[in-house]
């Protein structure tokens, strides 16, 4: 008798055991293991899945640092002379390749690009008429029109592009029958750059070409805002007028540039006042 109460109880106290630990579902099991295959594929975390892949880290990282010493490097292209600058690059070169890359991704902001404006404007004129491109850049004008151009700007990446101070350019006097200034009036002394234009431009009638003394600027908009503390472009038009132009267009239609036109007078002017040149506001831009 004593022997049967003994199963009696064992048999009850394995049923209490086997309703407080209940034995897990195949679908129980089937959903821990494709959790444990889950872990160990995303590295033991399912939240890292959520974090960016390495790839695209590096390359936000790369691009915030690039954008900052873009920003370094244009304040000092706008603070500084044009011989200060060509020291500054020939000093690291590569600094002057971080520059244009910057500038070629601020670029892509813009929905017109002022440089297609020049030239379709050479494309609307003679082949034969001679250009100089102060700040070519990548020379873009002399690979889109049939032109000959020469190319100017403080490093040379390029067999066409002449290295040198603007201010200084290598061409003879009377040389050349356009010249050129989009978005490069940059140093403190940007009026030696329109002073050397001046100099190596031909008369608008000069050896049977009568359409010749052309200088063409294309700037940054906000530069010439006197309201935010800009040029008033009435003033910049009259100092490059002292010098010895003419003014034949002023177009601000476009929100991020205006285009401003000159001819070379035939003779010089008389008055030999000194020229008032505005201080033009730098281009600086913001950190994002």
């Not at 971080?98 to 929905?111: A, D, I, K, L, S």
């Not at 020049?118 to 002399?142: E, M, P």
């Not at 049939?146 to 003879?172: H, Y």
């Not at 800009?230 to 540039?257: E, I, R």
Request: hydrophobic share 30%; glycine share 4%.
């Amino acid at each position: 008798m004593k022997e049967v109460t003994t199963s009696r109880n064992r048999k009850r106290k394995r049923q209490r055991n086997s309703k407080e630990e209940p034995c897990e579902s195949p679908k129980n099991k089937n959903n821990d293991k494709k959790m444990q295959r889950d872990t160990k594929n995303d590295g033991g975390s399912s939240a890292l899945s959520k974090r960016p892949k390495p790839s695209n880290f590096l390359d936000t990282l790369r691009e915030k640092l690039s954008g900052g010493n873009f920003r370094r490097l244009n304040e000092k292209l706008y603070t500084c002379s044009g011989k200060e600058a060509l020291d500054y690059f020939n000093e690291d070169p590569t600094l002057f390749d971080m520059y244009h890359t910057g500038y070629q991704q601020q670029m892509t902001n813009w929905p017109e690009l002022p440089v297609n404006s020049i030239i379709n404007w050479l494309s609307s004129k003679s082949s034969s008429l001679v250009v100089a491109d102060f700040g070519c850049g990548d020379a873009r004008i002399a690979k889109s029109v049939k032109n000959k151009v020469f190319s100017f700007d403080l490093v040379s990446k390029d067999p066409s592009v002449i290295a040198c101070d603007m201010s200084n350019t290598p061409l003879e006097s009377s040389s050349v029958d356009v010249a050129v200034f989009c978005l490069s009036l940059m140093g403190t002394n940007y009026s030696s750059f329109i002073k050397e234009a001046h100099r190596v431009l031909r008369p608008r009638h000069s050896l049977g070409v009568f359409n010749s003394g052309w200088l063409l600027i294309a700037e940054v908009k906000s530069r010439f805002d006197p309201n935010n503390g800009g040029a008033d472009p009435k003033d910049f038009v009259k100092a490059v007028s002292d010098l010895g132009f003419t003014s034949s267009l002023k177009d601000f239609s476009n929100k991020m540039f205006i285009l401003l036109h000159f001819k070379k007078k035939e003779k010089p002017n008389s008055n030999k006042k000194k020229i008032e040149w505005p201080e033009l506001k730098a281009c600086l831009y913001k950190r994002r």
